[in-house]
């Protein structure tokens, strides 16, 4: 299944009759309550909201990241309570480039989920019906089975590469950020040492996504000889790094993992190295 789904062909899948399951993932990391706000005015038809901070993240202590993952335990108890049955099709969609779309998902793909695309555009790609009553979830009929999450790297792994360099760590964020400037959602500024800076913006076209080819082209020559198995994917919390690892995906760069945990939990530890 491709990544991506356009609205003309969402729109084909339901009106056939198709089974699908339309998740509204809009977030504000700086207003957490945007999301859903924005999901009461208007989404699309049946959709169901998604939130990032109860629904794709766990417990925060402090030291594990603003957006740490939810337990295996806990994500198939989400899933099972949000009906993501195995065989159901899932549409992942926002209206930041789907930004937060592409952490569910990686969460879906990670842990076992075939069936879920990205509506390309998100919801302003979207020229049918909106609808403003909300959905509630339909929880499956079975219990879903925790799967571990493939791909994932843990803060141990990224802290080993500084010495090993096996890998190519890519930040996600905005170069100000990268750099250490204009920091408003973490305590400490800079970045992990020898990481490189590759905006999730640069996947995109205005709101969609550029064409497999120039995505393809854009991360040959961000990456040389590297292979796509010796990426590791960052960000400020886990999020816009699943941006990074979905473009690549769609560009035929298959295997890239991600460090979920990202600069919220690199810097949480001093005695971790800071580049600036």
């Known amino acids: 299944m491709t990544p991506l789904i356009t609205a003309n062909q969402l729109e084909e899948i339901i009106n056939s009759g198709e089974n699908v399951l339309l998740c509204d993932c809009r977030f504000d990391l700086v207003d957490p309550l945007a999301g859903i ?14 939130n990032l901070d109860t629904d794709l993240s766990g417990e925060t202590t402090g030291q594990n990241g603003r957006h740490p993952l939810p337990t295996p335990e806990a994500w198939a108890n989400t899933k099972a309570r949000l009906g993501m049955s195995p065989t159901t099709l899932v549409v992942a969609y926002d209206n930041q480039g789907s930004v937060y779309a592409s ?58 590469n500084l010495q ?4 190519i760590v890519i930040d ?5 950020r ?39 082209k854009d991360f040959v020559e961000l990456l040389g000889s590297t292979k796509a198995s010796e990426v590791i994917h960052q960000c400020g919390s886990g999020v816009t790094a699943c941006h990074n690892l979905l473009a690549m995906e769609i560009a035929g760069l298959k295997g ?12 949480s530890d001093p005695s971790r190295p800071v580049a600036l």
């Open 37 to 50: 706000t924005a999901y009461e005015e208007g989404h699309l038809p049946g959709a169901i909201y998604v």
């Open 103 to 160: 952490r569910l998902w990686w969460m879906l793909k990670a842990t076992g989920h075939v069936n879920v695309q990205v509506l390309d555009g998100g919801l302003d790609a979207w020229n049918g019906p909106i609808g403003t009553t909300p959905s509630q979830p339909t929880p499956t009929n079975t219990p879903i089975e925790p799967m571990p999450y493939v791909g994932l790297v843990l803060v141990d792994e990224v802290l080993k």
């Open 164 to 167: 090993t360099k096996k890998n």
């Open 172 to 176: 996600a964020r905005a170069n100000d």
């Open 178 to 216: 990268f750099h250490g400037q204009n920091e408003t959602l973490d305590p400490v500024g800079g970045h992990i040492p020898d990481a490189i800076n590759y905006c999730f913006r640069e996947n995109l076209s205005k709101r969609t996504f550029k064409a497999p080819e120039q995505l393809y």
């Open 256 to 267: 890239s993992r991600v460090y979920a945990g990202s600069w919220s939990e690199w810097c």
